[in-house]
């Protein structure tokens, strides 16, 4: 490689560097800490993040009374996610009425509002608009046409 190449590569590579490490931090990468219940968990930074999207059934806890399928639902996510690294994309309103954040989980590629809808362990949020509504809605069709999770019982 002539020496008059090195130099332009060099910084070439350190800002490619320098890009990818600016969007990892914008990504918001953090472990799970806990799992509330099937539409809320805590992130290790200690913020508490709601599920955009996603109305799982309750589970007994100071705040609510539990709801038939809440302890399952619960632990379908503690099994996508407790103690593994998400990503969150914050939706257009950022906290609820709780404080909670408002987000998009990411574990991996999966979308995790939507998986746990797919599989049968929420329902769709219906009361407000937000970006992946309809595929939500048909993800809970498929999961009722299929009696999976919740839908078990009242498709028998």
């Known amino acids: 490689m002539k020496k008059s190449m090195r130099l332009p590569l060099f910084a070439l590579a350190v800002i490619m560097l320098m890009a990818f490490l600016g969007w990892e931090k914008q990504r918001d990468v953090l472990e799970v800490a806990r799992v509330y219940d099937g539409d809320t968990i805590e992130l290790k930074d200690g913020r508490k993040v709601r599920l955009i999207g996603v109305d799982a059934p309750e589970v007994d806890s100071p705040y609510s009374r539990k709801e038939p399928f809440g302890d399952e639902s619960k632990a379908y996510l ?66 009722r046409t299929k009696g999976l999770g919740l839908w078990r019982e009242k498709t028998r």
């Open 78 to 143: 503690e099994k996508l996610i407790a103690g593994k690294k998400v990503s969150i994309r914050i939706g257009k309103d950022p906290k609820d009425r709780f404080g909670r954040t408002l987000a998009y989980v990411y574990a991996e590629d999966v979308l995790v509002n939507g998986r746990i809808i797919r599989d049968g362990y929420a329902r769709v949020y219906e009361r407000f608009d937000y970006e992946y509504k309809d595929l939500f809605k048909a993800y809970e069709r498929e999961a």
